[in-house]
């Protein structure tokens, strides 16, 4: 009898000591799924092209940077080919689709000394409504060339289409491929024109293009929180009200918010328009004809003022060709290294005034 409960506290013994490791054992595999699982939902999130304005502190396993915005993406994704779209920017266009999803847009006047956008999307972005679409004038194909972008836009001063013909710039026109463009029959023309990523991955298929690499800047990681700026802002004052940018420093973003015409700036999806980087380029600029429109001297280089967490610093752009990408240099000559995410490039007269605070 004492010897078979001997044996029966034995096996008990093992019993227990075998359901022990069981417990140790599943608490360990959960912990690794758990880890493991979320650890491979930061990689797809933050890698991901759709979420590009996600991307701008997590690297990744197989991650580089792409070059348009030296934002970190799965490698493969990193060179889609960029599109440069003419974005309006009267008051009767506003408010704007896409523009808050945009890599790097230039803004710089069109006539009148009314404002237009240049938006350089990477075609991973899934957009499906872009615009309203207007009218090229040569400086924005400049800057379209520099980063290898297929530039859309509808029709054009005779300057720009004369340069789009003898320079064999690769763009689509609406006047000449309306089946890609729409017109919302909503808005009041001539402000309704649109196109989507979609429409334009088609043209792409069609005319078989092959990927052009961009030429990237010189990007780094963000500064340290503890380093940054509590705030700060920067006022451009072109010449009418609605038209005034400001942005606004963001510290726990390391962002800047765009501002314009007094109200924070939201694309028609109502998000705000923020940018990591913000630029001011001083250009001269001249009226070459009845309707206004302009000549800037977009080649050669001048005075810019770079803007990078929330801090402002004077320095000098440099551009040798029309399709060279435009380089910023600090006083010393040193080149400007960007934050990954985002930039705007405000394009404006060397006799506005910019406040910096």
């Keep these: 009898m004492a010897k078979q409960e001997l044996t029966n506290k034995a096996k008990n013994k093992w019993l227990f000591m075998i359901a022990g490791f069981i417990v140790i054992f599943l608490f360990i595999f959960a912990v690794y799924v758990f880890f493991a699982d979320k650890n491979k939902n930061i ?14 502190v997590i690297k990744c396993d197989n991650c580089v940077r792409r070059n348009l915005d030296g934002v970190y993406v799965k490698s493969g994704e990193e060179n889609l080919s960029p599109v440069a779209v003419i974005i309006e920017n009267l008051l009767e266009a506003r408010p704007q689709y896409g523009l808050a999803q945009a890599n790097l847009v230039y803004e710089a006047e069109a006539e009148g000394r009314i404002t237009r956008f240049l ?30 972008a297929l530039f859309v836009h509808c029709g054009g001063s005779p300057q720009a289409l004369a340069k789009i013909i003898n320079e064999s710039v690769f763009d689509l026109n609406e006047f ?34 092959k990927e052009i690499l961009p030429i990237p800047w010189k990007y780094k990681d963000d500064l340290m929180a503890e380093k940054r700026p509590d705030a700060a802002e920067i006022k451009i004052n072109f010449p009418f009200a609605d038209y005034l940018v400001e942005w606004k420093y963001n510290r726990d973003k390391n962002k800047y918010t765009r501002f314009m015409g007094g109200a924070v700036h939201k694309d028609a999806s109502g998000e705000e328009i923020e940018a990591k ?11 070459i004809d009845e309707k206004l429109r302009l000549r800037i001297d977009n080649i050669g280089q001048g005075k810019a003022i770079v803007c990078i967490d929330g801090k402002c610093e004077e320095g000098e752009w440099r551009k040798n060709t ?11 000559g040193e080149e400007f290294e960007f934050n990954a995410g ?16």
């Excluded at 938006?119 to 290898?148: C, H, M, Q, T």
């Design 43 to 56: 990689v797809d999130f933050y890698a991901s092209p759709v979420n590009h304005k996600k991307t701008e």
């Design 119 to 148: 938006a350089i999307f990477d075609l991973g972005n899934n957009l499906e409504k872009i615009g309203p679409i207007r009218s090229a004038r040569p400086y924005f194909i400049d800057w379209a060339a520099e980063v290898s």
């Design 176 to 209: 000449y491929n309306g089946d890609y463009f729409w017109r919302d029959r909503k808005i009041d023309p001539p402000h309704n024109i649109f196109i989507s990523n979609e429409n334009i991955k088609k043209y792409l298929e069609k005319k078989e293009k």
């Design 277 to 287: 980087n913000v630029i001011i380029e001083f250009a001269n600029a001249e009226e």
């Design 322 to 332: 029309s399709a060279a990408r435009t380089r910023f240099y600090k006083i010393d």
């Design 342 to 357: 985002t930039a705007w490039i405000e394009v404006v007269r060397p006799n506005y005034i910019v406040e910096i605070k």
